[in-house]
Every structure is written in C-alpha cells, then in structure tokens.
C-alpha cells in the first residue's frame, strides 16, 4: 500500500472488521432508528446488541442448510438490511443484494440467474414473493419476512429466527460463531444496473471489501463520534461500503433517511456530521440554502464572510463554523462532512460547501472496484477533481487522444473477482 494519511485497524476480512469494532466499541450506538411509538420515538441499537442479532440469525441460518448457500435481501433502506447482511457474509454465505426498485419480472429473473435459496425481505414485496413462490421457477427454498411478527403461510418471521437462533446460540451452537472465512472467495454478488446490456452480476470478496475500507480510512476522517444519514440505496455498492461498512469499521452511528423531501429535517433531527450521497442531492440543498440567504437578504454578508474566512484560511485559522453559524445551526450544527460519488459534482457547489466549512469531496469508482477507485482526501483536493488513487491502488490511463482523455486500467486487491457466469463480459474489461 502507497503512503497512507491517517492510521488505520488493519482487517483480513468483514468479520474480522465487525469484531474487532465490537471489542472497542461495545456501547456505542451502531443504529438510531424509529419505533414508530410515539412516547419512545426512537430506538438505539448499541454494537454489542447488533452482534449478538447477527451472530443469533447467522447461527439459525446454518441450521436451516444455508451453510454456503447464496441469500439474497431486498428492502428499504432500514436496520434489518444491514442486520441481514452482515449475518450472511461473516459465516453463512453468500449474500445478494437486489435493487429494491426493479419490476416484479426482474427481481424473479435476478434470483433465477444468482441461484439463491432464500430471501430476506421487507413487507412492500409481499405479493412480489407470493407470485413468485406460486410460480415455482427459482430455487428459493426460504421466505423470510422482515415484518412477520410469526410464521404464516410458509413465510419465515424474520423475528422469530433471530430469537431461536439465539436460543441455539445459548445451548452452545458454535458453528456460525467458529466459521472460517475464505476472505479470497466470492462472497458478495452485485448484479450492476445494466444500462447499457443487461445486468452483470460481479463478484466481490472479503478481500474487495476491506482493501477498500482501509483505503477509505487511510484518507478520509471518519470516527466514533459521527452519525452518518442513510439515503442512498444500500444495495449500491457505493452506499453498502462507504456509508454502511465504513461507519460500521470506525464504530459510528447509522441513521435512516425519512424519504428525499425529510433530507434536512432528518440532518437537524438526528445531528448528522456527515453523509454520502450523489451530486444531484448535494447541489439540491446548496441551491436551497443559498436561496433561503439571499430571501433573509443575507447574501452579501454571507459573502463578505467567505471572504474573510478564506483569508484566515491561508494563516491556517479556521473561523467558519463561527462565522456561518447561522447556517450550520439550520443543519443541526454537527454537519461536517460530505462525499459525493456516481457522476460529476457541480465545482460551484462544492467550493460552496467548502467556503461554508462543511467540507466537501467527491470521488470516483464503480461496483467492479468494491467500489472506490479514486478519491479527493483529507490532504488532497482540488475542486471539480476525484481526487487521489487510492493507496493500494495502480491505476494507468492508455489510448489517450490528443485532449489526454482514454481508458482507465486498474489493478490491485479491491478489483473484482470476475462476473458471474460471463467470461465475454470479463474479456473485455482490463484488469
């Protein structure tokens, strides 16, 4: 690995990850999420109770036959999906995440061709998965309901396992906690959006994974005191590594966006210092708050203070979260941080979030790279760039025309270990 600019925990896979986050962060809140009571609006989950429910619903998983079997989730972003998934990958199987805005066709041709023998999935895909077990054309031997508070109609309750799972666990059931880890086996399938052919299904490992995870901790600050806003779906790779494996390795906390139209009152509402997200978002919420400056007649101050702050700036003082207060403080004052990724950000918006010290990056990569290939860092930036390769990356660009652009080749250990059953696809790709 190249230099690296902030120390890192090293990892050889993703439960080594959860582990050793749970051995330093026991009693840190991994999950905020609402109840839907309102007396007790919401509800933490300390890392040490998100463990437990894995290691309980990894355990029942393996006495079901799962035991290296393909499970694929689909949901809403929402604390079952990560539950779920980390079950899954540090010692049951394979897990298969699904885009949760597919057509009820394609969701039964994604489990078709990955093979999958069970499902974990929120209510919204009741009738989705009734049709599809009426039908009887996959493999699916599971049903596993999020909601379910019990087992009805052959569909699992997901509750219900976790609870015999523990109980398993409690007699002594070790299998799911001793499993050995092949961290440069498939793991984790990704069927890509297919845009332009259809939908690839990449394979990634342990391996992908956590190269890429401490590639992300060696150049961009995140730790235990942040709270990250889930928004992005988590079946992206983008959203699944950067905002729920990498807050997850640094022992901060998770919380669920309300819906596009809550963004801000769930930053202010649950103090988020930091967020993922994609360019079309970022420059929407700039455009607003600079818009609500300039109603409050308030720009040319606003202004006036970049001015000054960015001065201060070159002498190496920091006044902007005091000069722009007012405006922090519509953002629940804790906001710090924001990654933007998956198409080019507006260079005005992001000097502008800059000048108004909430500081701002933006990166590049894809789901064949787990998924970061380059990124602006903590002491690397330039606005309207992606920034650095990351550290254990070698990336060159060849067929250049006469303006420098061509095609990026990439190697190292966060490269993909192929596609699924399309070696023509593979061919055509560098590694």
């Not at 999906?81 to 066709?105: E, Q, R």
């Not at 391996?207 to 005191?225: E, G, P």
Request: charged residues 25%; hydrophobic residues 40%.
């Amino acid at each position: 690995m190249k230099k690296k600019y902030h120390e890192y925990v090293k990892i050889k896979d993703l439960k080594d990850m959860f582990q050793k986050t749970v051995e330093t962060y026991p009693d840190n809140v991994a999950y905020c999420i609402k109840t839907g009571d309102p007396e007790k609006k919401y509800k933490d989950i300390t890392y040490r109770e998100l463990e437990d429910q894995v290691n309980s619903l990894g355990t029942i998983l393996i006495e079901m036959g799962l035991k290296d079997k393909r499970i694929a989730i689909i949901s809403e972003n929402r604390y079952e999906w990560g539950m779920a998934y980390l079950a899954i990958v540090n010692g049951t199987g394979v897990v298969v995440p699904l885009d949760k805005a597919l057509p009820a066709n394609e969701i039964e041709s994604l489990i078709i061709r990955s093979g999958v023998e069970a499902i974990i999935y929120s209510n919204k895909y009741d009738d989705v998965m009734m049709d599809i077990k009426n039908r009887n054309t996959t493999d699916l031997r599971y049903y596993i309901s999020m909601d379910a508070s019990e087992r009805k109609n052959q569909v699992l309750s997901l509750k219900e396992l976790v609870q015999k799972g523990h109980e398993l666990v409690e007699q002594g059931d070790r299998k799911y906690l001793d499993a050995k880890i092949e961290a440069d086996k498939m793991s984790i399938m990704l069927f890509t959006s297919g845009t332009t052919s259809k939908s690839k299904a990449v394979m990634l490992s342990h391996k992908n994974i956590c190269s890429n995870l401490m590639d992300i901790c060696a150049v961009i600050t995140l730790n235990q005191n942040d709270t990250l806003l889930s928004f992005l779906p988590l079946h992206h790779t983008f959203e699944c590594t950067v905002g729920f494996l990498y807050p997850m390795y640094v022992g901060a906390r998770i919380v669920f966006c309300d819906g596009i139209r809550h963004i801000a009152e769930n930053i202010k509402e649950y103090q988020v210092s930091a967020m993922i997200s994609v360019p079309i978002l970022f420059e929407s919420m700039y455009r607003r708050i600079m818009k609500n400056i300039e109603k409050a007649g308030k720009l040319e101050r606003v202004q006036k203070g970049i001015k000054i702050s960015n001065l201060l700036l070159k002498f190496g003082i920091d006044k902007r979260k005091e000069i722009f207060s007012e405006i922090h403080a519509t953002l629940g004052g804790k906001l710090r941080l924001f990654v933007s990724g998956a198409a080019a950000l507006d260079p005005e918006v992001e000097k502008g979030f800059n000048d108004l010290g909430i500081k701002t990056l933006q990166g590049y990569g894809l789901t064949e790279m787990s998924p970061v290939l380059a990124t602006e860092n903590d002491v690397y930036t330039k606005n309207g760039s992606v920034g650095k390769v990351m550290p254990s990356l070698k990336v060159k660009i060849i067929d250049k025309n006469k303006e420098g652009i061509g095609e990026i080749i990439a190697k190292g250990p966060s490269v993909m270990l192929g596609y699924y059953h399309n070696d023509e696809a593979l061919s055509l790709i560098h590694i």
